[in-house]
């Protein structure tokens, strides 16, 4: 898509130079996964982006799928990060923050698939700024190990939590740093990306509440929580460790209605999404079927090719039954 064909070639060409003393640092041109719990299907793939295909560098945004518990209380974690650009090891500092924040979330699954299901927004909302904050701190004191830059090896992080309840329809969006985060709703895409917060805390657009705020009620009217007037139990959460200066955290979360899509993804597909009409009436098209595609066809559609738009990509798109 776009004024004239893409400049690279639509396939592979280069393979990054390997070490052989660091052969784990490999990093494959693209991965894919999927899964299906509650009334969510989820799809998922990360791939290089043209440029990098062509000029033979490894892939900077890294995916990270996960599921914590077992039956209804299982929690599913999609993460999704993207490594400073022209930085020598984007790749494994993009890998390391996604690591770091599942074993955060993992360690805390029974609480956050607790707070996730009763709507606990303020918990939530806490809870995984500290865990956020810390992942990211943990990629700095990674560099003062390793005698880097800081400032290079970091990396923007983006979360996805989900219930597997199939009563709960609440989904949780948490990171920092560039990306965006889409929801197809009756075959029209809404930017529901939420703004970094000010000192005053802006209100959505969409429900009139504060960013990241649960709304009272879904649109049909049914209360997403009662408030019975009980104290809040203690935090899970330790406090987080001092960090240098960190991208600003941004939080949100919704209710999904029947035929919904929901897309996470990095700034290599967000941009061209906002920026490119005809990719983001094309995959309205593709993602307003009733059952969400396989995994070649999101792949596929996920890989789209828009002039103008070399970057790696990765998304996460989850189909509301």
């Known amino acids: 898509m776009g004024t004239r064909p893409p400049t690279y070639d639509p396939e592979p060409v280069a393979l990054p130079t390997a070490d052989p003393d660091a052969l784990a640092d490999l990093v494959s041109d693209t991965v894919l996964d999927g899964a299906q719990y509650g009334t969510c299907t989820l799809r998922a793939a990360s791939l290089r982006g043209d440029s990098a295909r062509y000029r033979g560098e490894p892939r900077r945004d890294a995916l990270l799928t996960a599921r914590f518990g077992s039956g209804e209380h299982a929690l599913v974690l999609v993460a999704m990060a993207t490594g400073a650009r022209a930085a020598p090891q984007a790749h494994r500092a993009a890998a390391e923050a996604c690591r770091w924040i599942a074993g955060a979330v993992g360690r805390s699954h029974e609480r956050l698939a607790e707070d996730v299901r009763a709507g606990r927004k303020g918990d939530l909302k806490s809870g995984l700024h500290r865990l956020t904050d810390r992942s990211l701190g943990m990629l700095r004191t990674s560099a003062a190990e ?4 800081p400032e290079l090896y970091t990396a923007s992080l983006r979360c996805l939590l989900l219930s597997a309840d199939p009563d709960c329809r609440n989904r949780v969006f948490f990171g920092a740093g560039d990306g965006g985060l889409f929801r197809l709703r009756r075959g029209e895409w809404q930017d529901i ?3 970094p917060p000010t000192a005053d805390t802006e209100a959505d657009p969409h429900t009139g509440a504060p960013f990241g705020a649960l709304p009272a009620a879904t649109p049909e009217g049914d209360r997403l929580t009662l408030d019975l007037g009980l ?3 203690p935090s899970a959460f330790a406090p987080a460790p001092a960090a240098g200066p ?3 955290f941004r939080f949100r979360a919704s209710v999904a209605r029947p035929g919904d899509v929901l897309l996470m993804c990095t700034g290599g597909l967000a941009e061209p999404l906002r920026g490119e009409p005809a990719l983001g009436a094309f995959l309205a098209r593709r993602w307003s ?3 969400a595609p396989g ?3 999101f792949l ?3 890989q789209t090719r828009v002039k ?3 970057d790696d990509r990765t998304a996460a798109a989850v189909w509301e039954a």
């Open 146 to 149: 390793q005698e880097l830059d």
């Open 193 to 195: 990306e939420p703004s």
């Open 231 to 233: 104290p809040a139990p």
């Open 246 to 248: 960190q991208p600003a």
């Open 289 to 291: 079927r009733t059952v």
């Open 295 to 297: 995994l070649a066809a």
């Open 300 to 302: 596929a559609d996920t």
């Open 308 to 310: 103008g738009y070399a």
